[in-house]
């Protein structure tokens, strides 16, 4: 029974190769925020310029669009980084291809409720931003794979 639990929190929350979540899903969330809250001023500024006036509304669909196509679009674009088509080094620090749940689910939902909060919690947006980028700086400048983190707890 405890094996058959610990194997269960092994594919929930691991490394990215087994696991649907792992340590770069709080990273997910803190980019879901900052392209959420872009992907929602730009649709704005896009309808008020159809509309011809500021119409106060923000269509949900539209935004939840946006967020998902640059979500899947980076996750294409980090596949073919894993797989090595940008050299054996970057590969490397991949550390191997994702689970394929974690990327077409976990990772973009996580994106989703980044742009969700930003909706919410238009202030977060700032913070979010510098705590992403202090993130991957840290990860990819200190760090030596992009799993370390997993390694250290």
């Not at 238009?122 to 799993?147: G, K």
Request: net charge neutral; proline share 3%.
């Amino acid at each position: 029974m405890i094996s058959m639990l610990e194997t269960l929190l092994s594919v929930l929350w691991g490394v990215k190769t087994h696991a649907i979540f792992d340590v770069w899903t709080i990273e997910h969330v803190l980019s879901g925020i900052s392209v959420g809250c872009a992907v929602k001023k730009r649709n704005h500024n896009v309808l008020k310029k159809l509309l011809g006036r500021d119409h106060q509304c923000h269509s949900w669909h539209f935004d939840l669009t946006g967020v998902l196509f640059l979500a899947y679009i980076w996750e294409a674009f980090e596949h073919y980084l894993e797989i090595g088509l940008a050299g054996q080094t970057v590969a490397e620090w991949f550390q191997g291809v994702e689970f394929w749940p974690n990327r077409l689910l976990a990772d973009p939902l996580m994106l989703v409720i980044g742009y969700m909060i930003a909706k919410r919690y238009p202030w977060l947006v700032v913070p979010a931003r510098i705590a992403s980028v202090v993130w991957l700086t840290v990860h990819i400048a200190v760090f030596p794979h992009s799993m370390y983190l997993h390694t250290l707890f």
